[in-house]
C-alpha cells in the first residue's frame, strides 16, 4: 500500500514573534520618511513615481517638503535574486515613463511570433494558442536587467538604495508599523557572534511598503498578525529556468503543456529567444501536485531531453539557473485589506500575477505606482493611518489589476480535476468572461494536499545537456558562505518518505533524506520559498547570501 503525506501535518508555524517586534527603535536608527521592502518591479516603480511626485509638488511650490526614501534589498547588489521569465506587457512602464517610448526600455525583443506546443513524450504538436496566453506586441526581458535599470532610474530621483540589507522584523507599536530591523551578519554556525559581526540596523519611517516578492515572510506574518484573511487561500507553483547559449536561434516564443508534467499537475514549460542564440526556458508546476516524489529540477532536465527542445539546446551551454515561487491563487486569494496603519503590501506578496496570461510584472509596477500615489496624498495631509492609507485599495479595486484578475479568477482552480477537464472549464470561462461556473471553485492550502509516496525514475545527469541540483546551485551564482547559520526552521521528527518529498521538492539539494534522517544544506539555499509553502519555513538572513543572477 502507498503511504500518505500531508505536508501541514509536519510544517512548523510561522515564526511571528521573530518577524513581528514590539522593541522601540535603536537610539541610532536611520530615519526615513518612507521604506520600501524590496529592490523588484513593484518597489522600485513605486519609490521612483514617489519621488516624482515630490519633486513635482516642491517645483510647484507645495509645502511638503524633503522626503526621504530607501528601499531595502537583500540581494548584495540590484537584480541578484529576481527571477521570471519573461515576457513582459509595457503598460506600466508606459504610465510611469510617459516620455520615453517602448525601445528605450530595458526589453530584448518585441513579440512577433508565437506558438503553444502539445507535448508528449516524443511529440510536440502545436495547438491554437488560447486567448489569454497571446502576447503579440510584448516584450521578452531579463526581470534582473528591468531591475537594475529601474534602480538606476530611482537613484537619479535621489532615492536611496540599499542592497545587501534583508528586513527581518518590522517594528511596531499599539497595532501600527513604525519601522524595520535588518537582519544581521557575520554570525557563526552556533548563531554566535563572529569576527566579522555586524549588528541589525532599524530604519524609522512613516510609512512602510511590503514589496518583498513571492512568500514573503513580513507580509505572513503582517496578515497573520492583523488577522486579515483572502475568500481563498494563497496557492503557489515552482518555476525552474534556465539561460542557454545555442548554436540555432530560436525565431518566435514558446509555451507548452502537457508532458513531462503527470496529468494530474498543473503547469507547463517556455522557452523564449532573448538575443540571437540566447535563449530562457524553464517549467512550472503548481505545489498542489499530489506525487511526493515529483522533481520540478527534474522533470525540467528531462524535458530538455525531448526532440523539440534538443534540436535548439544539443551543442550549446547552459549559462544560468534559478528558481523561484509564482503565487497562483489570483483574485480570490486577494487579501481583504492591503493597507494597515502605517503600511501597505504591493507586488508578488499580495499575489498580483495573472496565471492563465503568464503575467505579473506589470501588475506589480502598477501596485507599486498606486501606493506612491496613495502615500504622497497621505503625507501631504501628515496622516498615514490605516485611514489615510486607504485611497490604495481603492485604487488597486478599480484597476485594470483587479478586473483582469477577475475575469479569470476560477481558471486556475479548474484544473484541479486534472488537465483536460480543466482545459474545457478555462475554455468556457475564456467564453463567458469568467461568468461560468457562477461561484468560486474552492481550493485547499497547499500544505492541506495529500501525497502519495508514487515512484520515481532516476536521472542520471550528463553534464552537458542536463545537470545535477548541486551543478545547477554553482550556475545560479549562489555565494553564500558555508558557516553561516541556517534561515531554516525544521518541524520537529520529520519522517523519512517527508524527509524524501523536502528533497525532492527543493530545487537546490537543500534537503538530504540519508536513511531515516533528514540533513538540511541550508548555504545551498537560493530563496526560491518552496518549502515555506510546504515545509521548513523560511526567514532573513543576513545581507547577500543566496544566488547572484544576471541575466534572469
Known sequence: MLKSITPSHHQPPLPRERLIVRDAPDAEAIEMDVVFVGAGP??????????????DDAAAGGALGEIQIAVLDKAAALGEHNLSGAVVNPRAFRELFPDLKDEDFPFRDRVEGERVMLLTETRAVRIPTPPTMRNHGNYTASISEIVRWLGGKAEELGVNILPGFPVGSLLVERGRVRGVRTAPAGLERSGERGARYEPPTDLTARAVVLTEGTRGALTQAYLEWQGVRSESPQIFAL???????????LDSIVHTLGWPLPRDAFGGSWMYPLEPNLVSLGLVVGLDYQDARLDAHQLLQRMKLHPFFREYLDGGEMVEWGAKTIPEGGYHALPSRMHGDGVLLAGDCVGFVDVP???????????????????????????????????????????????????????????????FLGGAKAALMTLTRGSFPGATIEVEPDAEVRRVVGEAPPLVPDGKLTFSKLDAVFRSGNQT????????????????????????????GVYERRGDRLVVNAPNCIDCKATDVLGPRWTPREGGSGPAYKRM
Not at 513593484?42 to 519633486?55: D, M, N
Not at 520537529?492 to 527543493?506: G, I, R, S
Request: neutral net charge; proline residues 4%; glycine residues 8%.
Open 42 to 55: 513593484a518597489g522600485l516603480a513605486g519609490a521612483i513615481e514617489l519621488a516624482r511626485l515630490v519633486r
Open 357 to 419: 496570461s503568464l503575467k505579473g510584472i506589470h501588475y506589480a509596477m502598477q501596485s507599486g505606482i498606486f501606493a506612491a500615489r496613495a502615500l504622497f496624498q497621505a503625507l501631504k495631509q501628515g496622516d498615514t493611518s490605516a485611514a489615510g492609507l486607504a485611497a490604495y485599495d481603492r485604487m488597486i479595486r478599480e484597476s485594470y489589476i483587479v478586473q483582469d484578475l477577475h475575469r479569470t479568477r476560477n481558471m486556475r482552480a479548474a484544473f484541479k480535476d486534472g488537465f
Open 481 to 508: 558562505r558555508d558557516d553561516i547559520p541556517s534561515h531554516l526552521l525544521i518541524g520537529q521528527d520529520v519522517p523519512p518518505e517527508v524527509a524524501e518529498l523536502y528533497e525532492n521538492l527543493c530545487p537546490a
Open 239 to 249: 518555476g525552474v529556468k534556465e539561460l542557454w547559449e545555442t548554436r540555432r536561434p
